[in-house]
């Protein structure tokens, strides 16, 4: 393997890391919120919203990144970015009171942005267009696996030590992320477009930088539109996603079992339900078949599974953990091997991982297919901000979402107890995946024809160029 092909597999494989790390930190909040809330002395709910701040601020944030991201040397600004997020998550940690729990998670917000935006600019760059939607799948499932490295170091740590432990962690992980960038390499614009190979092979630039005009070009773009609208609507339901350690909580302690072991397995539960994102890759590839035969392929494809999400989330929900059997210890290790058991001897239990798995496998087919049609469809120096666009309608979606079960649970649990509150309030938040499917059905032929003016608006370029 040349020198060349080594620093593009490092620099991939440090952006999908990366890629991890917005989700871990939203991750750490659901299963230390009982221990937060109880320390500085607030009521639970309020901490949803800090987490819905923290989402809705990384968002907004990554539309100011994507643009420069555009301008600017992309390795500098990621470094920059992670250094403050990094300082933001350690001031977390030593907080005192709300306000500069809030305040603190809202700084780290602006610093996340600069991971989803940069990241995928890069990214597009470098990933051959054939396979694009399956090596996606690949930075997609890092952000899918982090949400379950959170809750898992959250749970694990939190026991043992301190709900501070966690914060101080991710933040010098964070920091070493920043000393590893320096050794990445920026990727050539456009330099995975097949109408520009000819052209950069020659040692020609494609220099067309985006300009605060082209931001209308983006937001105007039939296919983008549709494509904010069905992130929109998909992140209302996964925002509230987050939660499902909570509800875990609640169920394992109305079996029997104290607050510490509910935390332990909450998040053991929580990694092993979500196992079905490993099948993103698969999904991505057979997204990448269908769009080869056709520009619609794609969207068609995605909206089966978005819609074959709902009935299996609800249905899982609502099944107890009847006969639950963990040992009164709060060993980590034995804990999880208790749960293991449980998934096979259980019927219970066993019919709620099925159900997460097949559900959980229907997820992970949106990120890749959606991440590759907003490559798709936008030119190559347009993505970092495109991204970044559609990523503020997938913050606004998640903040919704998230805060929403805070306001939901409050009037639901008024007349329904624990954990029935939570299971009526997380089905609810389901039904936005009916317009989130229908959106992908309704921007098939758009698809097509945007795909097609990108690439004929490549070829004219290359030749003049030339």
Request: net charge positive.
């Amino acid at each position: 393997m040349s020198i060349s092909n080594v620093k593009m597999a490092y620099t991939i494989f440090i952006f999908v890391a990366l890629a991890a790390f917005d989700n871990i930190i939203i991750g750490l909040f659901p299963p230390l919120f009982s221990s937060i809330a109880k320390e500085i002395k607030v009521p639970i709910s309020s901490l949803g919203i800090v987490s819905a701040a923290n989402i809705l601020v990384t968002a907004l944030s990554a539309i100011l990144w994507g643009y420069l991201a555009g301008k600017f040397n992309r390795k500098r600004l990621i470094i920059i970015g992670t250094i403050f997020w990094s300082v933001s998550v350690f001031l977390t940690a030593h907080c005192s009171s709300y306000i500069q729990l809030f305040i603190f998670q809202v700084f780290t917000g602006i610093g996340l942005g600069c991971i989803s935006s940069i990241g995928f600019s890069v990214l597009t760059d470098y990933i051959p267009h054939k396979f694009r939607g399956m090596l996606l799948s690949l930075w997609g499932m890092s952000q899918g696996f982090g949400g379950i490295a959170g809750a898992l170091i959250a749970s694990l740590l939190a026991t043992s030590t301190s709900w501070r432990t966690p914060f101080e962690i991710v933040s010098f992980i964070g920091l070493l992320l920043a000393v590893l960038y320096f050794f990445i390499k920026e990727p050539t614009l456009g330099e995975s477009e097949p109408e520009l190979q000819e052209l950069l092979n020659r040692g020609f630039e494609y220099n067309y930088n985006i300009q605060l005009k082209n931001i209308y070009n983006i937001i105007s773009r039939k296919s983008n539109i549709l494509l904010f609208l069905q992130a929109f609507f998909m992140n209302i339901t996964t925002g509230t996603l987050i939660w499902l350690p909570t509800m875990y909580i609640s169920k394992i302690q109305h079996e029997g079992y104290s607050l510490k072991i509910a935390i332990i397995a909450s998040g053991y539960l929580f990694a092993l339900f979500q196992l079905g994102g490993l099948t993103s890759t698969i999904f991505g590839y057979l997204g990448d078949l269908v769009q080869n035969k056709t520009y619609k392929g794609r969207a068609i494809l995605t909206s089966f599974f978005v819609f074959a999400m709902m009935p299996l989330y609800i249905v899982m929900f609502t099944i107890p953990m009847n006969k639950l059997v963990l040992s009164s210890s709060d060993n980590a290790a034995l804990v999880f091997l208790e749960l293991l058991k449980q998934i096979i001897t259980n019927p219970w239990i066993f019919a709620i991982f099925i159900l997460s798995l097949l559900a959980s496998a229907a997820q992970s087919a949106n990120t890749p297919n959606w991440l590759a049609l907003i490559t798709d469809v936008n030119l190559p120096e347009n993505r970092g901000a495109a991204f970044s666009i559609a990523n503020l309608a997938n913050g606004l979606g998640r903040t919704i979402g998230n805060a929403g079960v805070s306001i939901l649970l409050s009037y639901i649990s008024v007349k329904s107890g624990e954990p029935e509150n939570y299971i009526i309030t997380l089905a609810i938040f389901q039904l936005f995946l009916i317009p989130s499917s229908l959106l992908y059905i309704k921007m098939a032929k758009n698809n097509e024809e945007d795909i097609n003016e990108v690439k004929c608006i490549l070829n004219k370029r290359a030749k003049s160029i030339r």
